[in-house]
């Protein structure tokens, strides 16, 4: 005997409990939070070509950098092109744009 049997009434009772034998399996279209945000090219005119990247939740200088350079710690890298942006390195937030400087 199950630990709510007697609560909800017979276990066996099938009246109540959903049918998902129709259900099928998949993948969600929208789940994109832990996927990086891609790399834009900087719509500004005459900034040589540059890059940019969009923080999304979970970021951190670090991981950017280990995404666009293959390593973490080249994070004062994109640090030091955004200081105008950039006040303490170890808060960043979801929606700032970062320029990102060429390797």
């Given at each position: 005997m199950g630990l709510f049997d007697g609560l909800f009434g017979?276990?066996?009772?099938?009246?109540?409990k959903p049918d998902f034998?129709?259900?099928?399996?998949g993948g969600s279209s929208t789940a994109t939070a832990t996927e990086p945000s891609p790399v834009t090219p900087d719509p500004v005119?005459?900034?040589?070509?540059?890059?940019?990247?969009?923080?999304?939740?979970g970021d951190s200088l670090s991981k950017i950098a280990k995404h666009q350079?293959?390593?973490a710690n080249k994070w004062r890298k994109?640090?030091?092109?955004?200081?105008?942006?950039?006040r303490d390195p170890d808060?960043?937030?979801?929606?700032?744009?970062?320029?990102?400087?060429?390797a």
């Open positions: 017979d276990k066996d009772h099938k009246q109540g034998s129709g259900v099928r399996g005119v005459g900034s040589g070509g540059g890059r940019t990247y969009t923080v999304v939740p350079y293959g390593d994109i640090y030091e092109a955004n200081r105008d942006i950039i808060l960043i937030h979801p929606g700032q744009t970062f320029k990102i400087p060429e």
